[in-house]
């Protein structure tokens, strides 16, 4: 057995890795390269794998930098089965649909008004390529044995978002383990991680690899920019992921009104994908810790504006008020005209609620930018750009040593780490290296893992 790593590998998004037996041809997770320009380029590059040689998808989670390029796989002729879990399916249904939506919107507006290099824009793909590629999902619970030829796999839960797992693979006398997104112990919704069994090899996310949370307790910090803003008499603008993030803010403001904590304000989530969701959220009940009665209330406290016309209708609103809208970091999405509108206002507050990638107007508006380009034209600003960090999905370096060390992991298990910047990758395998008795290190872009 081998494993092929094409993506996810010295940075953060494009997650593919390729396992290849004597009979099968594998490919675990397949992501969207987001972020920087000259990563976001390789999602137009061929991938180096035949793909009439490939026999099956597996998925760890729904995220685009993990699952954002099976339209591009449908559209170059893959009909093999994507395997992941129900809840997964549901959301890639949501997500890829809304990516090709966007890429197409992106298209139109830069053919329209000739921005760009290319005369005619095309979309990586577009809507109706991301629903058709659905019929190719087969979803599956969690722990459910399936076969593909010689390998044989299972999803176990990983928390992060909903249907988030790692998969455990076994071929050819190995059991290799992909660690995909991993969560958080304490996390405001999901479920904490299950531990691993024994591998001998592990692909690991180090996304947190070089940071440890804040032990701030997140609801204060919301509570505190929050009520600055009703102080002041401002719009606090979130960007947000539509898949958790939105869900863990609509959950925090509710019950902090509840509890007359902060005053009441209108809130308006700004996202149709968020809004879907949501109701997905709720279809799950057993994958994350709110109640039916939590949910119903993180619904009914907030005001959806699912057409453009009432996101549009937005700018008449009395301050102050609250909007949540995609993307989470500032890559597109509503967010974006929002930020057109209000990124020049000193009332304006933009806070961030998760990790920024490099090269996104998220980390650029984080590290202080005095301007950020949308659709082509510099933005000044002036809003106050605040941040809180206790919301991430991701489990923190302290955080992913302790889930491997409750796993029945032996010493000298391999680990190679993945799914992280340089910085972040190099600071992980130093720790793990000098405080477990794992054996640790880098994978390499391209680079090929014998087994």
Not at 138 to 144: G, K
Not at 342 to 359: C, D, I, P, S
């Amino acid at each position: 057995m081998r494993v092929t790593f094409l993506g996810g590998t010295e940075t953060v998004t494009g997650s593919k890795f390729l396992v290849e037996t004597e009979h099968s041809r594998i490919l675990i997770d397949c992501g969207l390269f987001q972020g920087y320009k000259w990563l976001r380029e390789r999602n137009w590059q061929p991938l180096d794998l035949e793909v009439d040689e490939l026999d099956a998808v597996i998925l760890t989670h729904a995220h685009l930098d993990h699952s954002g390029y099976i339209p591009v796989l449908f559209k170059q002729g893959f009909r093999g089965p994507v395997f992941t879990h129900h809840a997964t399916k549901n959301l890639c249904r949501i997500l890829l649909a809304d990516s090709g939506h966007i890429q197409e919107e992106d298209a139109r507006y830069y053919s329209k008004h000739k921005l760009g290099k290319h005369a005619h824009p095309e979309p990586l793909y577009d809507r109706h390529t991301a629903e058709n590629s659905i019929e190719l999902f087969q979803s599956i619970d969690f722990d459910e044995p399936v076969e593909i030829k010689d390998c044989r796999f299972h999803l176990q839960p990983a928390g992060h978002i909903l249907g988030a797992a790692s998969i455990i693979l076994e071929a050819e006398g190995k059991r290799i383990g992909f660690s995909g997104d991993v969560g958080r112990f304490s996390d405001v919704l999901m479920k904490a991680p299950r531990p691993l069994p024994a591998l001998d090899h592990l692909l690991l996310e180090s996304t947190y690899g070089n940071r440890q949370h804040s032990g701030i307790d997140p609801f204060k910090q919301l509570a505190d920019v929050v009520n600055n803003v009703a102080h002041h008499g401002g719009v606090l603008l979130i960007p947000a992921f539509a898949v958790g993030r939105a869900q863990a803010l609509q959950h925090m403001l509710a019950s902090m009104m509840a509890d007359e904590v902060i005053p009441e304000m209108p809130i308006y989530l700004d996202s149709p994908m968020a809004i879907k969701v949501s109701d997905v959220f709720c279809e799950f009940k057993d994958q994350h810790r709110l109640d039916r009665d939590q949910c119903h209330r993180m619904c009914n406290v907030v005001t959806y504006t699912r057409s453009v016309e009432e996101s549009k209708a937005l700018a008449g609103q009395t301050y102050p008020h609250i909007i949540i809208a995609g993307s989470g970091m500032a890559t597109g999405g509503r967010i974006l005209h929002h930020f057109k509108r209000l990124l020049g206002n000193n009332k304006t507050t933009v806070l961030f609620t998760g990790y920024q990638a490099g090269g996104t107007r998220g980390a650029k508006l984080v590290d202080g930018v005095d301007a950020v380009k949308i659709h082509g034209e510099w933005i000044p600003v002036r809003a106050r750009i605040d941040s809180i960090s206790g919301l991430s999905g991701h489990g923190d370096y302290m955080e992913l040593t302790r889930w491997l060390k409750d796993s029945d992991l032996k010493p000298g298990t391999q680990i190679h780490l993945v799914h992280g910047d340089s910085e972040a990758l190099e600071a992980f395998r130093v720790h793990l290296n000098e405080n477990t008795r794992f054996a640790v290190n880098v994978a390499e872009n391209k680079s090929v893992l014998h087994l």
